[in-house]
């Protein structure tokens, strides 16, 4: 009883744990939800602040004469006439500097040509040696990242102002850029604003440090507060529900009939669920007994069932080719196939086999429906599609015939979706027949994945007297076929969203150098990262063929 009684503690203290995490991640978020609104409605204050600054300036200088500066190395009175104006600028707005430059590369030291600064008298007290800049490289060192910022501004296209943050020897300035144009439209130099952030990282920092206080504060007043809550409520009520539980337990072990829990025992009268919990358990105990012989003899059937299940899926598993390589001691192409079931059993199937010595036929197909019926009706047109596929046979009349048969003996109504290509290793021509099946993807030597269109037909087993025609395909050494079923393109996400074709392809084409093999392991955890832990809705089935090169014709004779 000792330990039970800690048990009963732990889950006290996980309570009170729980509540004490969600009380700071709470906090934390609200912090962090308020410190970001608050930075980025400053940093949007500073943004339209220094826009003005910047489009003002921009107003007043004349970019050919800057041009021509810049160029001759000589002051003229427009460049006089724009130091004024920014000097002005500098003095007016809440700014820390005000410049025109000249980047010039990204190295880390004279990576910057000063054209003009904006400054004050009590700046020209400070810094008389040093603001005489014109023509000069500039003292300050520019690192690669900011000094790229720049070249980018001068040299891309990009014409309107950009920011960005940068950290200093002072702290952290936020700067903005615009190119000064001339009249052709042409970039001359780039026009920069910097205005200093510290008083708002000062301001976030005092912000954090007060939440933090006030969560400590807040979380310790409302733990103790839910310590005694629960204690009253819950704890108490549980302690005793646990007692009338475990003596129904030590009472059912016994040979005579156990006692029943009754509500007069437990003594809980909470008007709420704890009183509700504990009539419900003395309902439930009375249930127990024949609920315990009808579950033996339930699990019985059930290990029966299962048994029987795992062995079909195993016999399907050895139906379909599973031994890979397929053929090692064949050099011209590489074929690599997969099924995962939804259920124990599964309605797609998938095969290929050699139809004399120089074809190679491959079968993707899709039953509807799912489980046991599904599976039988597999096995059924995989061997009417294997069997009537013979050496020189059109494959739209292997289809037209497979249909037929299986229209006879098909009462449950089920159809299936099915897509059979015949390969010549020698010419490299591939005879396809579609009947309702997704379209395959195609990679090109040296190239990418991209969908194939083919007619589809109508699927099997739908309609008595439907006739197939096939087409054909040529294929060069290096190229892939990849084929599969709508298990891939409709596999669902939490969101029930679908996998579909673009997803598909784009893992396909940044893949298109794969193997056979990787190729589909790669896309298969592809669907099961985008599914997450949502349950398998369909089977899923992929077959990739890679052409590798063509077989002598004196080899298949």
């Known amino acids: ?46 943004q339209a602040y220094m826009k003005g600054i ?44 005000i410049y025109i430059v000249k980047p010039l590369n990204t190295n880390e030291r004279d990576n910057m040509l000063d054209v003009m600064v904006g400054s004050t008298e009590y700046d020209w007290e400070l810094y008389q040696d040093t603001l005489e800049v014109f023509g000069k490289l500039t003292g300050d060192v520019y690192s690669s990242r900011v000094a790229a910022l720049y070249l980018e501004k001068m040299q891309g296209d990009d014409k309107e102002i950009s920011y960005f943050i940068d950290k200093t020897s002072f702290g952290y300035d936020y700067t903005g850029l615009v190119p000064i144009l001339n009249s052709t439209g042409e970039k001359v130099a780039v026009l920069a604003v910097d205005i200093s952030i510290n008083e708002i990282q000062r301001n976030l920092t005092r912000y954090v440090e007060t939440a933090a206080a006030g969560m400590i504060l807040l979380t310790g007043v409302f733990l103790a507060g839910m310590y005694q809550w629960l204690k009253n409520r819950i704890l108490v009520p549980i302690s005793k529900i646990q007692t009338a539980a475990e003596e129904f337990v030590e009472a059912s072990r016994r040979e005579d009939d156990p006692e029943l829990l009754r509500f007069e025992d437990l003594q809980i009268r909470s008007d709420d669920e704890m009183q509700v919990l504990a009539e419900s358990l003395a309902a439930m105990a009375e249930d127990i007994k024949s609920f315990m012989k009808d579950l033996v003899k339930e699990t019985r059937e059930k290990e029966r069932i299962s048994t029987e299940l795992g062995l079909a899926a195993k016999i399907q598993a050895d139906i379909l080719p599973c031994i890979f390589p397929a053929f090692p001691e064949e050099p011209t192409f590489d074929i690599f196939a997969t099924m995962n079931p939804a259920k124990e059993v599964g309605g797609d199937f998938y095969d290929f086999f050699m139809v004399d010595e120089r074809h190679l036929a491959i079968v993707v197909a899709d039953v509807s429906g799912k489980g046991v019926p599904a599976a039988l009706f597999m096995v059924i047109g995989k061997t009417l599609i294997k069997d009537h596929t013979q050496p020189g046979r059109d494959l739209g009349e292997v289809f037209t015939k497979v249909n037929d048969l299986l229209c006879e003996s098909n009462r449950e109504g089920l159809f299936i979706t099915a897509f059979e290509g015949v390969l010549d290793l020698v010419t490299g021509e591939l005879c396809f027949v579609n009947a309702g099946h997704e379209i395959p993807f195609i990679c090109r030597k040296n190239g990418v994945f991209g969908p194939y269109k083919v007619r589809p037909g109508f699927v099997l087993a739908g309609m008595e007297g439907m006739r197939y025609q096939c ?60 599914v997450g832990d949502e349950e398998q809705f369909d089977d899923i089935t992929m077959l990739c063929l890679e052409f590798r090169e063509k077989m002598k014709e004196d080899r298949s004779e």
């Open 471 to 530: 087409g054909f395909l040529q294929l060069e050494e290096g190229d892939k076929i990849f084929q599969y079923t709508d298990g891939v393109t409709e596999a669902a996400n939490k969101e029930k969203k679908l996998y579909g074709m673009l997803r598909l392809e784009k893992i396909l084409v940044q893949n298109s150098r794969a193997g056979a093999a990787e190729l589909l392991a790669v896309i298969k955890e592809d669907i099961d990262a985008f």
């Open 1 to 46: 009883m000792e330990d039970k009684r800690t048990c009963r503690h732990k889950l006290s203290k996980k309570v009170l744990l729980v509540c004490a995490a969600f009380c700071f991640f709470l906090s934390l978020v609200m912090a962090a939800f308020g410190a970001v609104n608050y930075f980025r409605g400053m940093m949007g204050q500073y």
């Open 54 to 97: 910047l489009q003002y300036a921009l107003t007043e200088i004349d970019g050919d004469d800057l041009e021509n500066c810049i160029f001759t190395g000589r002051k003229s009175e427009d460049y006089y006439r724009t130091q004024e104006i920014i000097d002005r600028i500098k003095g007016i707005y809440d700014i820390e500097y």
